[in-house]
């Protein structure tokens, strides 16, 4: 037998073995949830990649970074992972907004939690990323001293604080204001039976969105405005060596 007919065989051999496999993943991702849940999954990563880098160039850069640009980061963070989701999830990317959805009968409760875990897989693993990638920049910048105040700060790279001026409720009710607008915009511009946002234009107009909200109610609690987005950071960095100072 020639060496060519020796590789032909492994080949043949190797697929017969690998094709169960093969054809049980492509069953599993056929699913309907499956597929919903990595949708959420990835377009959460991808919008906090983006949003969360641009928030460390603000933080560690001084010359890099600038609020416009964590406004514009989040913003078409956000448009990018409705092109990577919006046909198969709506890709929500926000616990509140899938919430508000199952709550006005647009979306079964029972696909509620498959939602947000993958939202929350996909933030955390954002956040893993933007930490590795960030990693010698932040210990450069801390000297290897991670907190969540004080002038060499970096927790609030990964998730929200409130400033000195504001009380814990004076945030929660901030935050519930905020997110009640963005939910009302996303509505609007998605109501065909009012004056939606053209067809192929929807990721761009909400993307647009959170970069107004950004700069015009953004400034009292770094506009959140998503479970998703917050608490899975800063749970990777209560585990990253920020400790318990993230929840306080």
Avoid at 6 to 17: A, F, H, L, Y
Avoid at 106 to 119: A, T
Avoid at 124 to 132: C, H, K, N, V
């Amino acid at each position: 037998m020639t060496q060519a007919e020796e590789n032909k065989g492994s080949t043949c051999r190797g697929r017969m073995i690998s094709s169960p496999v093969v054809i049980r993943m492509q069953a599993i991702l056929q699913k309907e949830m499956v597929r919903e849940f990595l949708a959420e999954l990835m377009s959460t990563f991808v919008m906090m990649v983006f949003g969360l880098g641009s928030v460390a160039h603000m933080v560690l850069g001084e010359k890099f970074g600038s609020f416009l640009g964590v406004n514009l980061g989040f913003g078409f963070g956000v448009a990018l992972g409705v092109h990577v989701a919006g046909n198969i999830s709506g890709a929500h990317m926000n616990a509140a907004v899938t919430f508000t959805n199952c709550a006005l009968g647009r979306l079964p409760w029972k696909k509620f939690p498959v939602y947000v875990l993958g939202q929350f897989v996909g933030s955390f693993l954002a956040a893993a990323s933007i930490y590795g990638i960030f990693y010698a920049a932040i210990m450069d910048f801390t000297g290897g001293h991670l907190t969540a105040t004080g002038p060499v700060a970096t927790a609030n790279i990964f998730a929200t604080y409130l400033p000195d001026y504001m009380t814990l409720w004076q945030g929660f009710l901030d935050e519930v204001f905020v997110t009640g607008m963005l939910q009302l915009c996303l509505f609007a511009i998605t109501d065909k039976r009012n004056n939606p946002a053209l067809p192929g234009t929807q990721a761009l107009v909400i993307g647009i969105l959170v970069v107004i909200i950004g700069v015009s109610l953004g400034m009292n609690t770094g506009y959140a405005i998503n479970p998703s987005r917050d608490l899975p950071p800063r749970f990777f960095t209560f585990i990253a060596g920020w400790g318990t100072e993230v929840f306080r």
